[in-house]
């Protein structure tokens, strides 16, 4: 993946652990912090960050366990990603305007979970289909856990034929980009993350959430059904909620310039409320 040199780098040293997100735009300007998936990382949303405008403070973290962030034996769960995000949100306070959140997947419950119990730092957020799997609700995700590792054994083991056969639609270039990402990624991180998507809560975090939230949920890929949705729909009636059409799960690389375009609309029309 290209690693653009026009990023600077930001470091966030916590108790637990050290944070890596690269950066670019106006420093005094809105801070919008994206947060990956399960298996992505900083520079999963390249595409995305160079549509954003400059007079944004745009940054990308990677999520501990992946990048140039630390990578401890355990720690992989909502409150592990929490507590560094909220020491990243206590570095940007001197700005002073409160950090929009953009998180994909894993990343959207991060931010919702973040939400629920930081409303008062925040701007608001745009989640990205976030995995509705919880306690009392669904009890499958759509890629099980063994799809993941067999692609993270294929790359560690440079069997890049084996790799590029999971992704038969894919182009060279996208099989790269991929491949980068599981080499960014610890197996603890990906075993311990993909846990926490089925036995950790979201709903409640949803229903929690008082900042201002765009919900963009795929047509394709099964990770928020039409009934779930409908839930969602229900338990925060104030939230933005968005089908996006002709896109899976990774709606920000299948479409990055309506992804951009929506999330900047989001953040143009909640700043300015």
Same mark, same amino acid.
Do not use: C, W
């Given at each position: ?11 966030? %040293?916590?108790? !637990? ?6 950066? *670019?735009?106006? %420093? ?18 390249? *595409? ?46 001197? !700005? ?23 409303s008062s ?30 692609? *993270? ?53 949803? %229903? ?29 009636p104030q939230?933005?909620?968005?089908r996006v *059409? ?6 920000? %690389? ?17 700043? !300015?409320?």
């Open positions: 993946m290209n690693q653009d040199e026009s990023f600077e780098h930001l470091f966030v %040293k916590g108790v !637990n652990a050290k944070i890596h997100l690269i950066t *670019k735009g106006d %420093k005094s300007g809105i801070p919008v912090i994206f947060l990956h998936g399960i298996t992505s990382y900083s520079y999963s949303f390249i *595409k995305i960050l160079n549509l954003m405008p400059e007079k944004y403070y745009t940054l990308s973290m990677d999520i501990r366990g992946r990048g140039q962030s630390d990578s401890p034996k355990k720690g992989y769960m909502l409150e592990d990603y929490t507590e560094d995000l909220l020491n990243v949100v206590n570095a940007l306070t001197d !700005n002073p305007i409160p950090p929009i959140l953009v998180g994909h997947s894993m990343g959207a419950r991060m931010a919702a979970a973040f939400g629920s119990r930081y730092l925040i701007s608001g957020m745009v989640l990205i289909d976030p995995p509705v799997n919880g306690p009392g609700q669904r009890e499958v995700y759509p890629n099980p856990l063994s799809m993941f590792l067999k692609q *993270k054994e294929a790359v560690d083991q440079g069997e890049m034929e084996v790799f590029r056969g999971f992704f038969p639609s894919f182009t060279e270039e996208q099989v790269a980009e991929r491949a980068e990402e599981y080499r960014n990624n610890s197996l603890q991180a990906i075993i311990e993350s993909y846990e926490s998507l089925l036995r950790e809560p979201f709903q409640v975090f949803i %229903k929690m959430l008082t900042a201002p939230a765009l919900l963009l949920a795929a047509e394709f890929g099964d990770t928020i059904r039409e009934n779930e949705l409908e839930v969602l729909k229900r338990l925060n939230m933005e909620v968005e *059409k002709g896109v899976g799960h990774m709606i920000y %690389k299948d479409n990055p310039e309506y992804t951009a375009d929506s999330i900047i609309s989001f953040i143009e029309k909640t700043i !300015n409320q």
